[in-house]
């Protein structure tokens, strides 16, 4: 199984950027695809989940309304789009996928490497 990031970058507190993960090796499909985050000398926190069929998603409190997780099961491709950034956003972004649809990082078996984002004030 591989999960692999990319679009993270610098930007200004306001901007947007838009994360992408790229699965393979596993039926991605039928899994279920979150964004987790870390911030330096922070526990990893979730930001938000997308069930295998695309049809729900749940967000962290801190995001909603700015962040929005979708899916290509063609593609096997789970993105975040990030609007309205603010230098608390700062972190590295992971992408991760479970057989359960949750918010809590133990209930995810593979992860990604990571992306960098970071938001200037």
């Known amino acids: 199984v591989q999960l692999v990031e990319s679009g993270g970058g610098l930007v200004q507190a306001g901007g947007s950027l838009r994360l992408s993960c790229a699965a393979s090796g596993l039926p991605f499909s039928l899994r279920n695809m979150a964004w987790f985050r870390q911030a330096p000398g922070n526990e990893r926190e979730f930001v938000a989940a997308?069930?295998?069929?695309?049809?729900?998603?749940l967000y962290a409190d801190s995001v909603k309304g700015r962040f929005t997780i979708s899916r290509d099961n063609a593609k096997y491709t789970v993105d975040l789009q990030m609007n309205s950034l603010k230098p608390e956003d700062t972190a590295v972004y992971y992408c991760a996928t479970s057989r359960q649809f949750s918010g809590i990082s133990r209930d995810y078996d593979y992860w990604g490497q990571g992306t960098q984002v970071t938001v200037s004030s």
């Open positions: 997308i069930r295998w069929s695309g049809g729900n998603t």
